[in-house]
């Protein structure tokens, strides 16, 4: 009798066991989406151009971003509009300065009013962004990435006016440097936008 107890007994545990594994197993694999807001970032980053750079301005944010795509793409808009911000006020000061050559003068006065564009355009992007959901989610979306990608435009127009031999070694270099980091920026919360759009197609 005793024997029999303990043989049902090992196979109740057997079964257990096999019912843990399965539950477990199955567990394993609809955890798709990444543990830690760390790891969310990350994986995100990896789909844009620049995910090193992604993930290095990101993932300061990570507390706040949580593993919500909206909140991702959103704090991404934020970073971007912010250094166009800084680096716009270091170019009205570089603009102003004494020494610079008629065609630098021009070039900066230009990619000031191309960083105000895309200032405008990232600020109504983020406005936009905090009020997407609903039946009016793919149009308002849409409204996101049209302004967004008219940013990158302005950008890009910023930097070329920067080429040429006619324009000093530094400046040149010191300017480009910094519209580069923006249009990076950039590029990667359009990446992120559209990941985020894409969840909802």
Partial sequence: MEGTFCSHSFKFLLILLAINSYIN????????????????????????????????????????IQTSPQLLAHAALNVTLSTTESTSAMMVTLSKSHGLKPREAEAMQDCVEELSDSIDELRKSISEMGQVKGSNFGLMINDVQTWVSAALTDESTCSDGFQGNNMNGNVKTAVRTKILRIAHLTSNALALINNYASLHG
């Fill in 25 to 64: 197993f199955s567990s394993a694999g609809r955890q798709i989406a990444p543990q830690s807001s760390a790891e969310f970032i990350r994986t995100s980053c990896s789909s844009t151009t620049y995910p090193k750079l992604c993930f290095e301005t990101l993932s300061t944010h990570a507390s706040l």
